[in-house]
Nanobody, 122 residues
């Protein structure tokens, strides 16, 4: 059974940082691309943030977060990460990791975590 479990969310002040983790079981990140998405309050769609190819060689970022967020993974721990820096109030959302094909489209990711909440507020 495939499971992705996010952690690391919380309340942070504007300008602060968080590192989100995505622990995988039942699959290995060397076989799947890693993607990160978020859903803002009151919105139904999941916004693409970043993706990492299954060989770890290529990263792709949404323009809205490029330069502030960094995607990475640790194959030994079978865990993906999203480093969030320079957080803004508009980054408040539920953040999801996903495993699938390297894409910015959520439909290309068959496996999803349950989400972790990030709140940016002073």
């Amino acid at each position: 059974q495939v499971q992705l479990a996010e952690s690391g969310g919380g309340l942070v002040q504007p300008g602060g940082s968080l590192r989100l983790s995505c622990a995988a079981s039942g699959l290995t990140f060397s076989d799947y691309a890693l993607g990160w998405f978020r859903r803002a309050p009151g919105k139904e769609e999941r916004e693409f943030l970043a993706a990492l190819t299954r060989d770890g060689g290529t990263q792709y970022y949404a323009a809205s977060i490029k330069g502030r967020f960094t995607i990475s993974r640790d194959l030994a721990k079978n865990t993906g990460y999203l480093q969030l820096n320079g957080l803004k109030s508009e980054d408040t959302a539920t953040y999801y990791c996903a495993a699938g094909s390297f894409s910015k489209g959520p439909q290309e990711y068959p496996f999803w975590g349950q989400g972790t909440q990030v709140n940016v507020s002073s």
